[in-house]
């Protein structure tokens, strides 16, 4: 099957695209970008999900990831084992926060740079798109590049104490 497009309907769909991507990123590495509000649908702290991330980074030392979200404050209840994997790998996963007036702009997206993309149309029951047209997920990740121009680094992944 060689779909470069389709759509998928509700958040367990959108998780279910969202590892189809992570073992892709895995196998052939690339920059990442997730864009949210606050990632309170993503399965960022499932085992999974960390075990993708950690595939990922271990296939590459140079693949960088950008989360970019309007406010981080549900990640540490959410997502421990996720803000726990990071520690050691902040040098490479950035966190992004983009000020209030452009979190309405925000689509959640999840992109593999120059490979594929999944964007989010209905934040309320989680519909939306994925492709692998390598010029649609270009155009998306312009468009996120000139949000994340106007953001600020968040979340420190380690915290510094005397």
């Known amino acids: 099957m060689n779909e470069l497009s389709g759509r998928f309907d509700g958040w367990l769909s959108f998780q279910d695209r969202l590892m189809a991507g992570m073992a892709v990123a895995a ?3 690339a920059d990442l970008i997730f864009c949210d ?7 960022m702290g499932s085992v ?3 075990d993708a991330f950690h595939q990922w980074v271990m296939a590459s030392s140079v693949a960088q ?9 549900e990640m540490p209840r959410r997502h421990p084992r996720w803000l726990a994997w990071r520690q050691p790998w902040g040098h490479r996963v950035k966190c992004l926060q983009m ?3 452009l979190a309405q702009s925000l689509v959640p997206t999840f ?6 993309g999944i964007r989010v149309i209905d934040s309320l029951t989680g519909a939306g798109l994925w492709t692998r047209d390598i010029g649609t997920v270009r155009e998306w990740t312009l ?7 106007q953001c600020h680094e968040a979340m420190p992944s380690t915290t510094l104490g005397l």
């Open 27 to 29: 196998v052939q590495p």
């Open 37 to 43: 509000v606050d990632f309170k649908h993503w399965p």
């Open 48 to 50: 999974s999900m960390l």
């Open 65 to 73: 990831c950008r989360l970019m979200a309007a406010h981080f404050d």
């Open 99 to 101: 000020p209030e007036d």
């Open 111 to 116: 992109i593999v740079k120059d490979q594929l």
């Open 143 to 149: 468009e996120i590049d000139v949000i994340s121009q």
